[in-house]
């Protein structure tokens, strides 16, 4: 069995209120016998590196820390600060083998932009990760949802260019599922017919088309979503709030 948690768009701005929500999803999770921890973007708000100091002292965990970026971060810092290499603007992708499974973290952002891709080096570099290692379960996680959620406003700066991505997975079996952040609502979709899992925001909800409020909802409690994979390869997903 392989554990793993996945927290999205905590958006930390050096501010105790949104650093506290943050650090709520920490607690929690460092207390529970996990393989990893997934954070699959817009960790901070404004791409400043001392917003990225705060991120690394927040998300500090005894178990691995997976990331990527997303639409509210910046390739530099996120690189200097957070992942200790030195800054460079190209996609920050990452391959990682944790208790017999593949995790990619792909950068599907588009500098100065909120909409996302995965630029040609990317679908590039996740093809060729996942031919490595065809006989082992793999997890595709990026910020942006490659599919509408039917809400407009995500909808609008969803990722695209999405075929180039679903070809890939539709040509190794082993992707087990694509995770996502972005849309600060838990959702369950298919994508090249695979389960496509969207995590709960942190630091905000998203209010649901013909609910009342504005766009989101920042007194709702912070969520995170709990992903169980069996021996016989089957994905359950709980979504939970902190």
């Not at 499974?101 to 996942?130: N, Q, Y």
């Not at 996502?180 to 979709?189: F, K, L, M, S």
Request: hydrophobic share 40%; glycine share 8%; aromatic share 6%.
């Amino acid at each position: 069995m392989i554990v793993f948690a996945q927290l999205s768009d905590t958006h930390l701005d050096q501010s105790e209120h949104r650093a506290e929500r943050a650090a709520r999803v920490m607690d929690q999770l460092n207390g529970m016998p996990l393989d990893a921890v997934l954070v699959t973007g817009d960790i901070v708000d404004h791409g400043l590196p001392a917003e990225y100091e705060q991120a690394r002292k927040v998300l500090a965990s005894g178990h691995p820390v997976l990331t990527c970026p997303g639409n509210h971060d910046v390739r530099e810092p996120f690189r200097e600060v957070l992942l200790d290499e030195p800054p460079d603007d190209g996609p920050i992708n990452s391959a990682h083998e944790i208790a017999g499974a593949r995790f990619l973290m792909c950068d599907s952002t588009v500098p100065g932009k909120d909409h996302g891709l995965l630029d040609d080096e990317t679908i590039g570099w996740l093809d060729s990760r996942l031919a490595e290692a065809p006989g082992k379960p793999a997890f595709v996680c990026f910020h942006h949802p490659p599919v509408r959620l039917q809400i407009p406003y995500v909808d609008e700066i969803r990722q695209y260019r999405e075929e180039r991505l679903a070809e890939i997975i539709e040509r190794h079996p082993q992707v087990v599922a694509v995770l996502c952040g972005h849309a600060h609502t838990a959702a369950a979709t298919t994508f090249a017919g695979r389960p496509l899992l969207v995590a709960p925001g942190v630091v905000s909800t998203l209010v649901l088309p013909g609910q009342q409020g504005g766009i989101a909802d920042y007194d709702a409690p912070p969520g995170v979503a709990f992903h169980f994979l069996d021996g016989e390869g089957r994905l359950t997903t709980h979504f939970r709030i902190a």
